[in-house]
């Protein structure tokens, strides 16, 4: 009997000591680290020995503490345009790609090409697109919500409709929520969620810093992460509250006054690991930092 016993205690063993050790490597690398302003940090750093989940990734993170007087806005373009664009023309200092969208590149201003919702300045100005089982989707499972001037990150409930009961002006549904008040949400197990994919996401800590979150993919350099993956990496870095936003081609990090026109992740449209392939995209979330 302890003969059976043994292989999957074995195996349970193994499959633990892997965690600790990708825990170990994300929290102990040596990241680099650029101040933005007063309370705003930007660090990367790239793993290249298949250190991370047995995989090469680089991942870039805006940390925003709650003191910093920095202000987050959710920004949806009346046409698609790159993130960057976006911020330049909105003097944003920094951005990050938004929430899903029509992959349409004709100038279709029907809904701001968003399929999840978006208020703005308390008018709605996009309705959640629902499918034709009456499902909500994996991107409105959860929202970014900003309400005099901090940002929330809440998960869908019961009600059909419940982003319209939010008490905020700003409102962006996406998805899905990986993590709810320091517990992990239960991942599907279908392909979305398991592929690695570049992905970008919204985290916030316990003592309130935001951190905006990309991490490259499809490609030798990066890899990219599952949902499980971005889930363990921003639970390491302290995330209490953890949202998936629109990841793949459209992963985008922008800061003003950095070299490469300001794109400090790898957007993977032109198919080369490099800061130009970045995509033209629905809405984006907005940094400016305190004068």
Known sequence: MKKYLLLPMLLLSTAFAGVQSDSATLVNAKWSEKDIAKGVVYKSVHFINEELFKSNQY??????????????????????????????EKGADAAINGSFFKFNYAHNTEDYNSVDYIRKDNKRLAPNTITETNQRSMHQLGALAILNGELYILKADEL??????????????????????????????????????????????????????????RARESAGVSLAELQSILKWLGGEYIINLDGGGSTTMYIKGFSDNGVVNHPTDNKVFDNNGERKVANAILLYLSK
């Open 59 to 88: 991942i870039s993170i805006i940390e925003v503490r709650s003191k910093s007087g920095a202000k987050l806005e959710i920004f949806p373009s009346p046409v698609l345009k790159e993130t960057s664009k976006m911020a330049e």
């Open 160 to 217: 059909k409709s419940w982003e319209n009961y939010i008490f905020a002006p700003e409102i962006l549904t996406t998805g899905p929520i990986l993590r709810v008040a320091g517990k992990d949400e239960k991942l599907h197990n279908a392909s979305f969620y398991t592929t690695r994919h570049p992905r970008t996401a919204v985290a916030k800590k316990g003592d309130g810093t935001i951190m905006l979150v990309t991490v490259d993919g």
